[in-house]
């Protein structure tokens, strides 16, 4: 079965600053989506960017990108110039085949 | 274009009762997800469901059950309570059947139901 680790708990980030947050997953597939998805105090999840398995080019949408590794199983996220609003819960997550497995989460708080 | 949307937003029930949630897609929306969101297990998916089919399953009891209507709003049942059913429940929906390129699902505020 696949699995989805996110190895960061909490983090923080001065204002303005950049900070990467961490993902590693296991499967045998070789065709997958993964996606990082942001959830506000106010609890509406959003996704923040996602990543074809096939494509080797990495996401990026605006100050947010990541770094896809796939040999390594690895997908991060990089988040450059953070804000206040960045302030969430992140959950990396994993899709294929009609099954989505999301990771723990990783709490950012940006500082100001 | 209205958000996802779901009822009610917070509801109480007690152990052994069994309770139904709603989902109502975006408009033009053919494919609903639930999902489950608790402290202790995180953020678990339920089933999806589109054209009325559903499509695939998380693992769950079968005292958790969904449907879709012909106008894509969705709703899920879950029958004889337990206390670990406490939990938020969310809902997103898509335009096609989620996975395929390009699809994005849009979550809804969920449902927070507190089992005692």
């Known amino acids: 079965a696949q699995t989805v680790t996110q190895s960061q708990p909490e983090m923080s980030v001065q204002e303005a600053e950049t900070v990467t947050l961490s993902c590693t997953y296991d499967?045998?597939?070789?065709?997958?989506?993964l996606f990082w998805y942001k959830q506000p105090p106010s609890r509406q999840m959003i996704l923040v960017i996602r990543?074809?398995?096939?494509?080797?080019q990495n996401a990026t949408e605006n100050r947010f990108s990541v770094n896809f590794q796939k040999a390594a199983k690895s997908f991060s996220l990089k988040i450059s110039d953070s804000q206040l609003g960045d302030t969430a819960m992140y959950f990396c997550?994993?899709?294929?085949?009609?099954?989505?497995?999301f990771g723990a989460g990783t709490r950012l708080t940006v500082k100001p | 274009k209205a958000g996802v949307t779901q009822t009610p937003r917070y509801l109480i029930k007690t152990r052994g009762q069994q309770v139904t949630l709603s989902c109502s897609p975006i408009?033009?929306?053919?494919?609903v997800s639930w999902y489950q969101q608790t402290p202790g297990q995180g953020l678990q998916f339920l089933f999806e469901?589109?054209?009325?089919?559903?499509?695939n399953k998380g693992n769950f009891p079968g005292r958790f059950s969904g449907r879709q209507f012909s106008n894509s709003r969705s709703e899920m049942n879950v029958s004889t309570l337990e206390l670990g059913d406490s939990a938020l429940y969310l809902c997103?929906?898509?335009?096609?059947?989620?996975?395929?390129?390009?699809?994005?699902?849009?979550f809804g505020p969920g449902t927070r139901l507190l089992v005692l």
């Open positions: 408009s033009g929306h053919r494919s």
């Open positions: 990543q074809e398995a096939y494509k080797q």
């Open positions: 997103a929906s898509s335009l096609g059947v989620f996975g395929g390129d390009q699809e994005t699902q849009y």
């Open positions: 469901y589109f054209s009325e089919t559903q499509r």
């Open positions: 499967t045998s597939e070789s065709n997958y989506y």
């Open positions: 997550a994993f899709y294929n085949n009609n099954d989505m497995r």
